[in-house]
């Protein structure tokens, strides 16, 4: 079954976060550490699917591109693909390489347009929110 495994790692290596596409960084489901469990016995391969956010409305989407990569590796009689609610995803489950991916896209688009950390607020509004939630702590 090894040879099966590697060849259904290989093929969720193929599908990606959706979100990482729309910003020109495709990385993997595996990769981005999305793939929280895969068993494969036989020719049944059993996958926990770990959304970024369980509000995610591509969800669906990922499931649907994940079970077709899997159609199409021989072997494969059934797929199971269940969202992992019990966990929540973290930056730290993504792959050495998933983040190594983001970074050197994240450097790329640094140099080319510097982003200052949130140059979208209005001046003095940093303080008026520290000021809003120094007075809820008083409160309660």
Do not use: F
Not at 23 to 28: A, E, L, R, T
Not at 50 to 63: D, E, H, K, Q, W
Not at 99 to 110: G, I, K, V
Request: glycine share 6%; hydrophobic share 40%.
């Amino acid at each position: 079954m090894a040879g099966l495994r590697e060849a259904v790692e290989a093929a969720l290596h193929t599908v990606y976060d959706p979100c990482s596409v729309a910003s020109q960084s495709p990385v993997s489901v595996i990769d981005m550490g999305m793939v929280s469990a895969l068993d494969v016995t036989g020719d049944t391969v059993e996958i926990r699917l770990l959304p970024t956010n369980l509000g995610c409305t591509l969800v669906p989407s990922i499931m649907i591109a994940m079970e077709e990569a899997l159609g199409a590796v021989p072997g494969i009689g059934a797929v199971s693909i269940a969202i992992d609610k019990d966990t929540h995803w973290s930056p730290d489950q993504m792959s050495t390489r998933g983040r190594d991916l983001l970074s050197h896209r994240r450097a790329q688009a640094q140099a080319q347009m510097p982003i200052q950390p949130k140059q979208w607020m209005l001046q003095g509004q940093d303080e008026a929110r520290r000021r809003r939630l120094e007075m809820k702590r008083r409160a309660s």
